[in-house]
């Protein structure tokens, strides 16, 4: 029988997860390594380890404690990183804020939020000038002076400057044990319906998702995605889901951090070449950008390993990464999921597959990492086959999901019908366990009594030769009750015709590959296509702008 | 501020860390690949997953409850694997019997850990005859009927035979949730003082176990050393910290995998090239004796990775090894701590380190794996320099270590003394986190007023060409407390002479790199050095043998 009375977490051997351990093994092991801002400014992780001391002591000093929320405004930097430890660890919330949303927008989720102390880096000083007398919570705020930038006029009562405040402060700081379920970090989603929604991650949470999605990354018969040998930057901002979490697995990992500071596309790809980035991750529009930018034309690419995430990953955008020497591969989560809740793998044997498989797989959701618990269901949460083929909505379970909405329970609710987190997304699974997905729940266009996934038109249109960028949508039609609509940008000089396009996508609907109904009625050649503020195509705007 | 009545764990999203959660991942992605046992029984991963099913209908008509303990007495094989899932997955308690204790002691375990059903594999028959009437807790035996073994008489009250229960029984079980913090596992320490002591692990910790260590193995910069591409095959056996955790690894990663029953050394090598197997882990000795038998000369081993543990890797072993191909490297931990705290790794540009170098490397316990607070200390619990010099105890915190031994509250405080684990290992750590075992607490010789290690006098002498094995002790001495003895087994034919080793130590001492204490008073040649059930040089023995 079991002894319950030694089974108690009051004791010496109690461990609960907290993000400081994520250091131990780093400040042990990899104290020179470096950490690199813009490249021109470089630190190593000994530096680090001081540096998220000063931190904590300076925010102490200025009222924050257990409980409290920080929020940051900064591009991508070594202070974000600083950011991402010393504020948990002192068991304060971190909100990263969206600083791609309207000022309207930021201040609503600030107040939700409640910070307490708001960072903000200079570029950031006219929004928070125009939105201070609207801060309900805002009790002190700390300036990030970025040399080079210049600050206007402004009447925003700094209480410090972030690099005076660390000079100030002690580099020791006892970081306290606590309960593991204490929140560590907010941030609002963008949906494209209503105000920003809060989600929020524990410590257990972001420990497991730190070292389940390390060893997914690592794994793979493929070939490592992201080891010790790497060099890590970030294309994902950290203000949104912790750079899909991956700085803290590269600060386990002890590999050299590249933060670019704000994303210019020339800057990114020197960086890469100047600093030997070997490991990124982004959405496909970030990569597409970069990809067409001269700097990146006269950069060897091809120790590059890169994620997309956020979207799906197109085969035409796949085909020209792997073309420039780019490993590049899918993953599928989203903000309510930590975000990772699989990725695309090659198989092993994947060599025997031919050029066309292997570009397939890596655009797939792909595999689910260890723990998550996964489903495609129908509308009464009945399994659907793994066949490839029966598609119905993902739910999911993981160590890792956010609760809820923060101070939303109506929200949080149906998030949670079932006992399982409802993505929206519509897909299917194979025998491989190979997830694909066809569509959002919203974007999916039912045509002649059949639905059509808008991501397999998309897939189809951006390998056409001169495509660059595509997005389809539904408009009504009296007589199939949807119609699908595409839109295309093409590349420079490139002189393709709608009925090109359609002859293109007919091509395939006669060989049964997909539905008749997938050819779009019309194509529409526009000089570009909306995006949201994470770089998503905006279907939503998109259906209303040609409705 | 905090919302702590969202943090509570009762609602949709709790998600407790459950070892039936290793199983989701590969049973969608990895059905149809192979388990093998001994070469002869071929099964998928589809199969494991209803024998796991079947078997705890089986163990559930026998009474097994949440709570209950069932004890194994098998060699490594697929139904061993089964138990690690069925028996947990059910809220039950899985003991390792260690086979090859002494049947009194056996009895002893048994009876302590409160096991209510047996499984007895035929060759164990003799013993479970010898103990059956001083086991005071099992209620029902179950017989592993090893198709080619033969039972001889006995008078034990089998309620069923393995094979015929499995295929008398559903594969369907609904696993439930409950509490994370659920024992799942219990065995026996071998230490060489006093009775076994029980140690017990949890869902939780098996489970932090498993994905913090893959995370680990596959990450090192130098090569994935397990990943979706490997064939496993354990070398140290189920019934000893479950296998060093391997067994769940394998699974999550959906590998090939192999038992090869009771270890004969031509079998295992058969099974290495046969099967392909790439990866494994033993103890020395057990590498040591492959490496010798005749199967294993004529085998290319030079895609087989090994973990060492369980005691020192010796350089002339590695070396050894290494000469045959194999990527051999060192683990650190025992039974307390489930069992890994840390691997060897090569750093970042080890190519450039010289084979010297990186064979000492292979040989070091290693950088301790994610989320372990590892430190050498000194007998006031405070930190020693990290500089690859100053040595003193081991002492651990981590999430998966043991909470104590079973029922040995004495026992338990002690281990657990000033909120961490005490290893009784003597080690240093440098300045890239390396830590170097020294030396057990124990064998740790005090010559003229010096620690002389007799890990790395031992080290020194197993690089002696014509030298096999050895084992360091140190015997009491009037003038100098005492004085290391060296036993030496030779190669056969091989003309060595007791001065020929002195020699050769004290070079090393002349050349600065060991005190002068450290060359042995005596060098004696013997034909077999004693070893622990578990294959560990028996030290305690040798010095009462020779003292």
Redesign the interface.
């Known amino acids: 029988?079991?002894?319950e009375a030694?089974?108690t977490?009051s004791?010496?051997?109690a461990?609960p997860?907290l993000i400081k351990?994520?250091l131990?093994?780093p400040f042990?092991?990899?104290?020179d390594q470096e950490i690199v801002y813009r490249g021109q400014l470089r630190m190593t992780y000994a530096t680090l380890r001081e540096r998220i001391g000063r931190l904590a002591n300076g925010l102490s000093q200025l009222g924050v404690r257990h409980?409290?929320?920080v929020g940051v405004m900064d591009w991508d930097s070594h202070r974000y990183l600083e950011c991402y430890f010393a504020v948990p660890m002192m068991g304060a919330?971190l909100q990263t804020v969206n600083v791609r949303l309207s000022p309207a927008e930021i201040a609503y989720t600030i107040n939700h939020a409640?910070a307490e102390v708001l960072l903000v880096h200079t570029d950031f000083l006219p929004v928070v000038e125009a939105i201070k007398d609207k801060l309900e919570t805002v009790r002190a705020f700390i300036w990030i002076d970025e040399p080079g930038s210049v600050a206007g006029a402004h009447s925003i009562p700094f209480s410090a400057e972030y690099e005076a405040m660390l000079a100030a402060n002690s580099a020791s700081y006892a970081f306290p044990d606590f309960?593991e379920?204490?929140?560590a970090t907010t941030f609002y989603t963008t949906g494209t319906t209503g105000l920003p929604k809060g989600v929020y991650f524990?410590h257990r949470q972001l420990?497991?998702h730190t070292?389940?999605l390390?060893?997914a990354l690592?794994?793979?018969?493929s070939g490592?995605r992201?080891?010790?040998?790497d060099v890590y930057m970030p294309l994902t901002p950290m203000f949104h889901v912790h750079a899909w979490g991956m700085p803290y697995i590269a600060t386990?990992?002890g590999v050299k951090q590249v933060y670019p500071g704000r994303y210019q596309p020339d800057r990114l790809a020197r960086l890469v070449r100047d600093e030997g980035v070997t490991f990124s991750h982004c959405v496909g529009t970030i990569l597409h950008m970069l990809l067409m930018c001269e700097e990146a034309k006269a950069t060897d690419l091809s120790k590059w390993k890169i994620v997309i995430g956020g979207g799906a990953l197109p085969q035409g955008l796949a085909q020209a990464a792997v073309d420039r020497g780019i490993d590049v591969f899918a993953g599928y989560g989203m903000s309510e999921t930590c975000p990772v809740l699989s990725l695309a793998?090659l198989?092993?044997g994947a060599e025997a597959l031919g050029a066309d498989e292997q570009l397939r797989l890596r655009c797939k959701a792909g595999?689910?990492?260890?723990?998550?618990?996964l489903r495609v269901v129908d509308e009464s949460m009945g399994d659907l086959a793994?066949d490839g083929k029966a598609s119905g909505e993902i739910v999911a379970?993981?160590?890792w999901?956010?609760?809820?909405y923060?101070?939303n329970p109506e929200a949080s609710q149906q998030l949670?019908a079932?006992?399982?987190?409802h993505t929206q997304d519509i897909a299917s699974?194979d025998?491989?366990?190979n997830v694909q997905i066809t569509d959002r729940l919203k974007d999916v266009i039912k045509s002649g009594g059949e639905w059509v996934s808008s991501l397999e038109i998309e897939n189809l249109i951006s390998q056409y030769e001169g495509v660059s960028e595509v997005a389809v949508i539904g408009i009504k039609d009296d007589k199939w009750g949807e119609r699908p609509v595409a839109l295309v940008v093409l590349e420079e000089g490139a002189a393709v015709t709608e009925e090109d396009i359609k002859q293109h996508v007919l091509s395939f609907s006669t060989s049964g590959k997909i539905s008749k109904y997938a050819v779009p009625q019309i194509v529409k050649f526009v000089d570009e296509i909306g995006k949201t503020s994470v770089g998503k195509i905006n279907k939503k705007s998109l259906r209303e702008q040609f409705a």
Chains 1, 2 share one sequence.
């Open positions: 029988m079991q002894d030694k089974m977490d004791t010496a051997y461990y997860l351990q994520l131990l093994t042990a092991q990899a104290q409980g409290s929320t919330v409640g309960d379920n204490t929140r524990t420990v497991l070292i389940t390390m060893a690592a794994s793979p018969v490592q992201f080891h010790r040998g386990v990992l793998q198989p092993p595999l689910p990492v260890p723990l998550v618990d793994h379970r993981a160590p999901l956010t609760q809820g923060l101070n949670w079932g006992g399982y987190l699974i025998a491989t366990g």
